[in-house]
């Protein structure tokens, strides 16, 4: 299967901790997202990349959050010093501008702040 | 006011039924259409994708748009228990970036 992959699937973590997250894209796709989803509401767009190059960022994107996408293929998402109001489902998704960038979303890590 | 705007249900419907699913949106510089179906603890997974206005079919699956009352559709025919899900709708601009906005989603609930 060449779909999105996301890493970890799930993390509990302490108030205060650092998190990372990871998202592989769809082989060749060079734009990337990422979106946050909470129980009950539809996802919220966070931060996109093309190639190596972030485009555009959320202004829910608070300077806790960054995103980086070194290379053009995976890219991480690393939480500061998280809050309980960070828990959420944060999701990836991958597309082409060769076709009809159509994005295609990951399984999602599911984040959870204690 | 929320740019898009979609029922949370829940909808619950006997299987065989015909679904409608709907959202309303305020921006009229959405070009974009897109449903999703989310089953739980799960990514969207893409259903239909449309531009501009008018109807889209697959298989069991239309999707319509129609940009003049700001409103789009998804509809469902013969509806399964496998179609238990929540369905999203999204859409997006011509350029200027192309980050999708979503609805909160409509649950459905499809009954034996």
């Known amino acids: 299967d060449t779909g999105v992959s996301q890493d970890p699937r799930h993390k509990i973590t302490k108030r205060g901790q650092n998190v990372t997250f990871r998202c592989d894209p769809i082989s060749e796709h060079n734009r990337l997202y990422w979106y946050r989803q909470t129980l009950g509401q539809g996802p919220e767009f966070l931060t996109y990349f093309q190639n190596e190059a972030q485009l555009e960022k959320s202004r829910l994107l608070s300077d806790r959050f960054s995103a980086e996408r070194p290379k053009g293929s995976f890219s991480t998402l690393e939480i500061q010093r998280t809050e309980q109001g960070d828990s959420a489902m944060y999701l990836c998704a991958s597309s082409s501008t060769s076709g009809r960038d159509e994005q295609f979303f990951g399984p999602g890590t599911r984040l959870t702040v204690l | 006011q929320k740019e898009v705007e979609q029922d949370p249900g829940p909808l619950s419907v006997p299987e065989g039924a015909i679904v409608s699913l709907n959202c309303t949106y305020s921006?009229?510089?959405?070009?974009?259409f897109m449903w999703y179906r989310q089953y739980s603890r799960k990514g969207p997974e893409l259903l239909m994708y449309t531009y501009s206005s008018g109807n889209k079919e697959d298989g069991r699956f239309t999707a319509q748009v129609d940009k003049s009352s700001k409103y789009i559709s998804l509809f469902i025919r013969d509806s399964q228990p496998s179609d238990s899900a929540t369905y999203l709708c999204?859409?997006?601009?011509?350029?200027?970036?192309?980050?999708?906005?979503f609805g909160t989603g409509t649950q459905l609930k499809v009954e034996l």
């Open positions: 921006n009229s510089a959405f070009q974009y």
């Open positions: 999204a859409m997006r601009l011509t350029g200027g970036g192309n980050k999708l906005t």
